[in-house]
């Protein structure tokens, strides 16, 4: 019983509440559950007692006609459809139907079922603090406060998502289309602050830039400026090559003529 298990009253098939109308196959096939005997019992056939175990019924096709909204020929078909297909055993009883409902332990045993959930529930309260613990990353990552301030962790200071969203449409102005609701989704220009790309320096003037060479409600997302703000952000922070010293000509000359001056304190050249 993979999809679990419920409880309904037998009443259900004599509440006023529904109206008195034929029964589906569903229905009828839940009829003939509620109905077996769900412990050892004697039951009166004209002047006639018979024994029926737990999970048999016995009631005339006539019966069954008159409670399911059939006819008798349909109730038959039924019958002989679910027994052909193991669903039920029939047999006789002072020439009355006795049907025995297969694996109706399966369907009413509620031990079992409640055993089965106990095996379930460590391996369920695993997933779930696995889960709790990759919400909790997710949580450190981007914290959220009550007044729409978002710590970037990996970043820089606290944005306000307001001024966010005001900064990057203003800098793509009428090039963004305002009608696309994933421009409410501001995960990747979070995610570009978040690796380390500075919103003043990086992200609105390569949006801007960006923007000014495309014609109006052309860009769609955000994602169309990522690459070029990761590009803004690389070069900002490219390291400064290291010079070589290199000798003036006016010391290079001094240095000649040092070396080659006639004065004899120096030697000759």
Not at 140 to 160: L, M, R, W
Not at 238 to 251: I, L, T
Request: proline residues 5%; contains cysteine.
């Amino acid at each position: 019983m993979s999809g679990g298990l419920f409880t309904v009253d037998r009443s259900i098939w004599e509440h006023d509440l529904f109206s008195d109308e034929p029964m589906t196959e569903r229905e009828a096939w839940l009829w003939l559950i509620g109905e077996a005997a769900w412990k050892p019992r004697k039951v009166r056939l004209g002047y006639s007692l018979i024994d029926i175990e737990r999970g048999q019924l016995t009631h005339s096709v006539r019966f069954m006609a008159d409670k399911w909204k059939w006819n008798k020929d349909r109730v038959a078909r039924f019958l002989n459809m679910l027994k052909n297909r193991d669903m039920i055993e029939t047999g006789t009883a002072t020439g009355q139907t006795v049907i025995t409902i297969c694996n109706y332990e399966k369907f009413q045993n509620f031990d079992e079922y409640r055993e089965t959930v106990a095996r379930q529930e460590p391996r369920q309260q695993r997933d779930g603090n696995e889960t709790a613990a990759r919400q909790q990353r997710d949580k450190e990552e981007h914290q959220i406060t009550p007044d729409k301030q978002i710590t970037i962790v990996k970043g820089a200071s606290e944005i306000d998502l307001d001024q966010l969203q005001a900064g990057l449409e203003a800098s793509a102005g009428n090039a963004l289309n305002r009608t696309i609701p994933g421009l409410f989704d501001l995960s990747r220009p979070l995610a570009w602050i978040a690796a380390g790309c500075d919103f003043e320096l990086d992200v609105l003037p390569t949006v801007k830039r960006l923007a000014g060479n495309k014609p109006p409600n052309s860009i769609k997302g955000w994602k169309f400026f990522e690459q070029a703000v990761m590009d803004a952000k690389a070069s900002r922070t490219a390291p400064v090559p290291e010079g070589q010293a290199r000798a003036s000509p006016a010391h290079q000359t001094q240095i000649i003529d040092i070396f080659a001056t006639k004065d004899p304190a120096y030697g000759k050249p």
